[in-house]
């Protein structure tokens, strides 16, 4: 079966511009996490979404960073004003059910940010 | 708070000689540990986890992992090295009660021809 999504692949942007990074889940998974691995800080959880609603948000770095989830299903994350800084891998995961630590959490592929 | 320590940044084998990857781990209540492994360019995919029924844990492509609580340690093994096991390793603890993934630095696994 098709596994986790995330879009695009690779993005380069311009310091100061703002990007989204879109994440479909696993089909039937109520919950989904955002993580965002880079070299100096190895792989860092950022958001946690229960359906629709994110009841944990303390790994986003600053107020620049935003994640919405609709519908149970897709989730966007987006990052104003980009910094050189925000430059990593963005992974997306999946989960069954609503966040036990038991549960097995599926990955996409990443999304590659590169801020000039 | 949990925590986990991969011992080792990068482990060098020859190809059909054993691997162990060693892995710590910090949890104040019932851990759920994991295995993934990461090849270039490509997401993580689970290799295996334990949560708490047998402490000898079999995953897929060979590997195995033993949870020790007296050592409070979770290490990859896997008895015999394929080239295509060259790949990035991360050890994961999730704590009872939690749903959130603290990863290890990660090991970066060469085998050699």
């Known amino acids: 079966g098709a596994g986790v999504s995330q879009s695009p692949s690779n993005k380069v942007t311009e310091k100061g511009k703002d990007v989204e990074l879109r994440c479909d889940p696993i089909?039937?998974?109520?919950?989904l996490y955002w993580y965002r691995q880079s070299l100096g800080q190895g792989l860092e959880f950022l958001i946690y979404?229960?359906?629709?609603?994110?009841?944990?948000k303390s790994g986003l770095p600053s107020d620049r960073f935003s994640a919405e989830r609709t519908g149970g299903s897709v989730s966007t994350l987006t990052i104003q004003r980009t910094q050189q800084e925000d430059s990593a891998v963005y992974l997306c995961?999946?989960?069954?059910?609503?966040?036990?630590?038991?549960?097995?959490?599926?990955f996409g592929p990443g999304t590659r940010l590169t801020v000039l | 708070a949990q925590s986990v320590t991969q011992l080792d940044s990068h482990v060098s084998v020859s190809e059909g000689t054993p691997v162990l990857l060693r892995c710590n781990y910090s949890?104040?209540?019932?851990?759920?540990l994991f295995w993934y492994v990461q090849h270039p360019n490509k997401g993580l995919q689970l290799l295996l986890k334990?949560?708490?029924?047998?402490?000898l844990v079999k995953g897929i492509n060979g590997f195995e992992a033993e949870f020790k609580k007296s050592e409070t340690s979770f290490h990859l093994t896997k008895p015999s090295a394929h080239m295509s096991d060259a790949a990035e390793y991360f050890c994961?603890?999730?704590?009872?009660?939690?749903?959130?993934?603290?990863f290890g630095t990660g090991t970066r696994l060469k085998v050699l021809a």
């Open positions: 995961a999946s989960s069954l059910t609503s966040g036990r630590s038991t549960d097995t959490q599926y």
């Open positions: 089909s039937g998974h109520t919950a």
């Open positions: 979404f229960q359906g629709n609603s994110a009841p944990d």
């Open positions: 949890s104040s209540y019932s851990p759920s």
């Open positions: 334990y949560t708490s029924a047998a402490t």
């Open positions: 994961v603890v999730s704590e009872l009660g939690t749903y959130k993934y603290i």
